[in-house]
Nanobody
Framework: QVQLVESGGGLVQAGGSLRLSCATSGLTFSRYTMGWFRQAPGKEREFIAAVVWGGGTTYYADSLKGRFTISRDNTKNAVYLQMNSLKPEDTAMYYC??????????????????WGQGTQVTVSS
């Protein structure tokens, strides 16, 4: 059974930072491109970033490049999202997802193979 479990969300003031983690199990992690998405109430799901299976290539949504950094640790079967300079408009449910051998730049186009249950990030002004 494949599981993706996000953690690290919470309430933070504008300008602050958070680091999200996504622990995975039940899949051969090193074969999966991993990505982060978010969805705010009443809005469509938004792609944030992806990192390919070997970790050598990352891809970001243009609007978030520079503030958010994705990384992975294949020894821990985990992917991370470092978020800096947070803004109230970053408030959303954040999800990690995996897609087998998908190109990073296509992570935001097709439906991933697996999703986590999400972790809430709330940024206060």
């Amino acid at each position: 059974q494949v599981q993706l479990v996000e953690s690290g969300g919470g309430l933070v003031q504008a300008g602050g930072s958070l680091r999200l983690s996504c622990a995975t199990s039940g899949l051969t992690f090193s074969r999966y491109t991993m990505g982060w998405f978010r969805q705010a109430p009443g809005k469509e799901r938004e792609f944030i970033a992806a990192v390919v299976w070997g970790g050598g290539t990352t891809y970001y949504a243009d609007s978030l490049k520079g503030r958010f950094t994705i990384s992975r640790d294949n020894t821990k079967n985990a992917v991370y999202l470092q978020m800096n300079s947070l803004k109230p408009e970053d408030t959303a449910m954040y999800y990690c997802a995996g897609a087998r051998y998908r190109a990073a730049q296509r992570m935001g186009i097709g439906e991933p193979d697996y999703w986590g249950q999400g972790t809430q990030v709330t940024v206060s002004s």
